[in-house]
């Protein structure tokens, strides 16, 4: 039932402790979200382009705020400076505290410098979607595009990250893996500490 | 015993969303944004520094006559820029600390944009007064 636990109530949401409280949230409820939060943004937009925007938005302004929160209660406020830094960070402490789980492989990018991938067998978010064939390559993982992005950005590393399947051989759904290329001023940076 | 401090929130852009100042003594005419002014030229010194260090205390990162100016930088590039005459460095850094929390409480609601100015003025006013006449 609603509300049966006691929770105290705190007058001012300054006076909140920041501590973990509940870990878990209930996976149904947040699919529920999710799907309504996809739909929504279909009634308002014309294109696939301008969808996975929307979901990047959506997902850049949690990223923005999983950065400082997790940096401050889960690394004891040290910030990162480095590339590899930053990516290790996303790839295990972002990924358990948000889906529950390290994610799957984290690799750099053969044919550019500038690009990483994250990669995961069956992201979370998209677990109870299927796309329709009429919308080509959209992937709902452009949430948690976003969510990387915002972490990347607000640690001074901007890049550009979108999702993409990956099929792959003797498996029914294809991979999804999180594309991150960095702005050149990254790499600049990077060569110049060393 | 510090006399004068100024406390300024400066977001990943530049942008000062937050200003408290404490003990001000007589502004002189000519000078009136002078401690502004200070923290504003101090700005290029921290975002060189921030990037030599994981930590995010920097202590003091410049000096001005007697006044000293020291910064906290969070993950997100967010600096918290003081400037102040005391010599109490745990100090400093524990009210950073403290305004560290405050802060993630107040950013943490989607609706409140992270470059926005701090809106939770009467609350966060009080506090910060507080948590600096106990420092200092």
């Known amino acids: 039932m609603i509300g049966v636990g006691k929770v105290k109530q705190y007058g ?92 799957d492989s984290l690799e ?15 992201l979370l978010v998209n677990k109870f979607i299927s796309i329709p064939k009429d919308m080509g390559t959209f992937n709902c993982g452009a949430f948690v595009a976003g969510i990387v992005r915002g972490v ?43 | 015993m510090a006399t004068t401090a100024c406390f300024i929130i400066v977001s990943r852009n530049d942008i000062p969303i937050y200003e408290a100042e404490v003990g001000v003594a007589a502004k002189r005419e000519d000078a009136a944004q002078l401690h502004q002014f200070i923290l504003h030229a101090a700005l290029d ?26 910064v906290y930088v969070t993950a997100g590039h967010t600096r918290f820029m003081l400037l102040h005459d005391s010599r109490n460095d745990d100090g400093i850094k524990s009210f950073f600390q403290e ?12 609706l409140h944009s992270i470059t926005w100015l701090i809106y939770m003025l009467p609350f966060f006013n009080y506090l910060l007064t507080f948590i600096l006449s106990v420092r200092i």
């Open chain 1, 108 to 122: 750099k990018g053969t044919e550019h410098e500038d690009e990483y991938m994250i990669s995961e067998k069956e």
């Open chain 1, 12 to 103: 001012n949401v300054l006076d909140k402790p920041l501590n973990k409280g509940k870990t878990e949230v209930s996976l149904s409820a947040f699919a529920f979200l999710f799907s309504e939060l996809v739909q929504y943004n279909q009634t308002q937009v014309d294109n696939i382009g301008e969808l996975e925007r929307r979901l990047e938005d959506a997902g850049y302004a949690v990223g923005a705020r999983v950065l400082e929160l997790l940096c401050h209660r889960d690394k004891g406020n040290r910030r990162e400076t480095r590339l590899l830094g930053i990516l290790s960070f996303v790839h295990s402490t972002v990924w358990k505290v948000l889906f529950g789980k390290v994610a």
């Open chain 1, 152 to 194: 990347l950005d607000g640690a001074g590393f901007p890049a550009v990250v979108t999702a993409h399947f990956v099929p792959m051989e003797g498996q029914q759904r294809p991979r999804t893996t999180i594309l991150i290329k960095f702005a050149e001023e990254v790499l600049l940076r990077e060569a110049r500490l060393g």
């Open chain 2, 45 to 70: 010194v921290v975002q060189d520094l921030a990037w030599t260090t994981s930590a995010m205390y920097l202590k003091s990162v410049d000096r001005f006559n007697e006044l000293v100016v020291s």
């Open chain 2, 99 to 110: 305004v560290h929390e405050l802060y993630i409480k107040v950013i943490l609601p989607l």
